[in-house]
């Protein structure tokens, strides 16, 4: 069984920074691919970024490339998302998601139902 808790969400100002962590249980968990994704009201839940068990693989939105960067610590069974020029569209619930049948990012790492565990979440709102 993998636990999986989120860290570091708050209030910003547009145009700051916030750094998201998760923490990952789980002996196998640098086998896992991790993905953030995020929730804002009255919309559905859609991903941000994924990280394969390799550093280099990696998935964004488009609405957050060149601005968030998703990063691994297998050693300390962590992942990270930074994210800089913050909108304050970006406003939303953030979550931190393992799939543990796969090790690559791939077109169906976009799903969220392929992800087996789930944090409870960290709010991020950036005002204007």
């Known amino acids: 069984q993998v636990q999986v808790v989120e860290s570091g969400g708050g209030l910003v100002q547009a145009g700051g920074s916030l750094r998201l962590s998760c923490a990952a249980s789980?002996?196998?968990?640098?086998?896992?691919?991790m993905a953030w994704f995020r929730q804002a009201p009255g919309k559905e839940r859609a991903i941000v970024a994924a990280?394969?068990?390799?550093?280099?693989?990696?998935y964004y939105a488009d609405s957050v490339k060149g601005r968030f960067s998703i990063s691994r610590d297998n050693a300390e069974n962590a992942v990270y998302l930074q994210m800089n020029s913050l909108k304050p569209e970006d406003t939303a619930i953030y979550y931190c998601?393992?799939?543990?049948?796969?090790?690559?990012?791939?077109?169906?790492?976009?799903?969220?139902?392929?992800?087996?565990?789930w944090g409870q979440g960290t709010q991020v709102t950036v005002s204007s």
């Open positions: 789980g002996r196998t968990f640098s086998r896992y691919v």
């Open positions: 998601a393992a799939d543990r049948d796969r090790t690559t990012v791939g077109s169906r790492s976009i799903d969220g139902d392929r992800y087996d565990y």
């Open positions: 990280i394969g068990w390799s550093a280099s693989d990696t």
